[in-house]
């Protein structure tokens, strides 16, 4: 910054690009396309211009800023930008080069740049040359309508999308045969008992689940008013709770009458005991441990829904898909209950295992496409808002994000699965992962760092891969792999791709729902030991599993938001730019 004058603060600062050595009339054009304009304001979401073409806002002219200069307070020592000093990268996201057959395209976001007689025409008739690919895929819908909506070979990851379309076809065909060749038993029939223990067991799980949500709901609307109280109560809740569960599991040991007969009983509640404490002594040591990072996480948390405030939008969104995966666990349930009935007229155990086992792996891998749906569509709408709310002629919120579900639906469909499917094989890997770190702690044969090294931080890294990869995906429209390639290089060169603080955001919101599974299952799980239900592991699993899914469900737009965010920050320092000053500041500490 060269100098602080009244209302108004001027910073010429230069966009690097692969060539230099341009024509004196280009130079002067590109020099003034490049002279940025900042007017601070008392909003906490004031901006810094880098390129009047590709970020033009309503108040870049002069006559603008002058029309809403009395708005304007000077500018105070607390309210200039916090800038990082920023070498010149040798490649940035505006240099990041594609070649195809010896040609070289500047990209940025996903946009091409076309040429600067092309730009000039664009901008006589008040056009951007840097239209995003949601605003580009907007009005194409709007023009050519059910032409630009097909799943076909044109969407980047097709393949994918057909694969899973085929796999949920089989999952509602085996769902269908299940009712379609089962029947309920009468009530004299030796199955009733078998087969109500279950149905009654699948609605408490479903009762409990929809409870869990509202929970979360509740929460997250908490967590928008009071974000440090809220977080703070979140993090130390999860060890206080594993503690007390695993005293009341031990309390049930001791004064349950006739436990001392049931040597199964005993043996799942010293497990439970086992994990509780576990879990808990995890907890309490990651605690102790990062004190300044869960205040640096308490800022990000706030920006994000500071964010969420501006795009009410994406909330009313996260709540509807939500609902939507509400329904297929209420259809996937109905299916559960009938695999006690297919297996008494199945003779071959192989098959009722098969289908359960299919089942399962359909379900949690639609969980996954769920997730990543809403990942996509927050990440397409918060880069949109981020780079282009200030323009002039910029859609509602509520079109961005019809234009942003429809192409997460249709044409980045496979995009999205793919991402999907490594998102289910990162959180098996995951569960495997915790399992091996109980029972290392218990038997005490290797060390546990040895097992986290070897096993949970290769799965962490590659879990922020698939999660970035789609963020970028969504800003550009590009396939997976091409996306993953340029956000990779983009994160890794400022040193974004895997922040302690964006991790414990992650681990912040999974709390809420560790804490909550782990209450709900065991009671459910509980509850049918006593009744001697047959089914009682599979309740206390899939009770646990189901409350943890719609918990994540709830609270993943904070999170999506955040890691979009992490992104746009990124973009912005690579070209040296600042579009909101606010997210700079806190981002700097991440």
Request: glycine fraction near 6%; charge should be negative; charged fraction near 15%.
């Amino acid at each position: 910054m060269n100098e602080v004058s009244g209302q108004e603060l001027l910073i010429d600062v230069g966009v690097s690009g692969p060539d230099k050595s341009s024509g004196s009339a280009k130079s002067s054009r590109d020099g003034a396309r490049n002279q940025a304009t900042y007017t601070t304001a008392n909003d906490s979401m004031a901006s810094v211009r880098t390129s009047l073409a590709q970020y033009q806002s309503a108040y870049s002219s002069l006559a603008g800023q002058s029309q809403h200069s009395a708005d304007r307070e000077p500018v105070s020592p607390n309210q200039e930008p916090a800038l990082l000093p920023i070498t010149e990268a040798s490649q940035s996201v505006g240099t990041i080069a594609s070649t195809i057959g010896g040609r070289y395209s500047r990209s940025m976001v996903g946009f091409e740049e076309s040429d600067d007689e092309e730009s000039d025409e664009e901008n006589a008739m008040g056009l951007s040359d840097t239209d995003s690919y949601v605003s580009e895929f907007s009005q194409d819908l709007a023009e050519y309508g059910a032409d630009v909506v097909s799943v076909g070979i044109n969407g980047p990851n097709a393949y994918a999308a057909y694969l899973y379309i085929g796999n949920m076809l089989a999952y509602l065909a085996a769902g269908l045969y299940l009712l379609a060749t089962t029947n309920v038993p009468e009530r004299k029939s030796p199955y009733f008992k078998d087969y109500y223990d279950m149905t009654t067991a699948v609605l408490k799980v479903l009762l409990y689940s929809g409870l869990s949500a509202g929970i979360s709901v509740a929460w997250v609307h908490l967590l928008r008013t009071q974000t440090r109280k809220v977080v703070w109560m979140t993090t130390l809740t999860a060890p206080v709770v594993s503690v007390g569960m695993a005293v009341w599991a031990a309390t049930q040991l001791m004064l349950v009458p006739g436990v001392e007969g049931l040597f199964g009983y005993r043996v799942r509640n010293i497990i439970v005991i086992i994990v509780l404490l576990v879990l808990a002594a995890r907890f309490a040591w990651s605690i102790t441990q990062r004190k300044q990072e869960i205040e640096r996480s308490v800022d990000i948390i706030q920006l994000a829904c500071t964010v969420l405030l501006q795009n009410k939008e994406l909330y009313a969104f996260s709540l509807l898909l939500l609902a939507l995966y509400g329904s297929f666990a209420t259809v996937s349930a109905i299916f559960a209950t009938r695999l006690p009935l297919f297996s008494m007229t199945e003779t071959a155990p192989e098959h009722m295992w098969g289908m359960a086992g299919f089942l399962f792996v359909s379900f949690a891998w639609t969980s996954a496409v769920f997730v990543q749906l809403q990942r996509i569509v927050v990440s397409s709408v918060v880069c949109q808002w981020y780079f282009h709310r200030h323009d002039p002629h910029e859609p509602l919120v509520l079109h961005t994000l019809q234009a942003s579900t429809v192409s997460a639906l249709t044409r980045q469909f496979g995009t999205v699965v793919l991402a999907a499917t490594f998102l289910f094989a990162a959180k098996t890997l995951h569960v495997i992962e915790l399992c091996v770190r109980t029972v290392v702690s218990m038997l005490r044969i290797i060390p546990i760092s040895l097992v986290t090294l070897a096993i949970g931080r290769p799965l962490h890294m590659a879990d922020a891969w698939s999660s970035y990869t789609l963020v970028y995906a969504g800003f550009s429209g590009r396939g997976f792999f091409s996306s993953s390639r340029t956000v990779t290089q983009l994160l890794q060169q400022h040193q974004l791709m895997h922040s302690p603080v964006v991790s414990l955001i992650k681990s912040t919101m999974t709390c809420l729902g560790l804490v909550a599974s782990i209450v709900f299952g065991y009671v459910l799980g509980v509850q049918s030991m006593q009744s001697m239900s047959m089914h009682s592991a599979f309740v206390a699993v899939g009770s646990s599993g189901m409350v943890f899914a719609l918990q994540q469900m709830a609270t993943h737009v904070l999170v999506c938001t955040v890691e979009a965010l992490v992104v746009c920050y990124a973009i912005d320092m690579e070209v040296d730019s600042c579009h909101s000053i606010d997210v700079v500041e806190r981002m700097a500490r991440v």
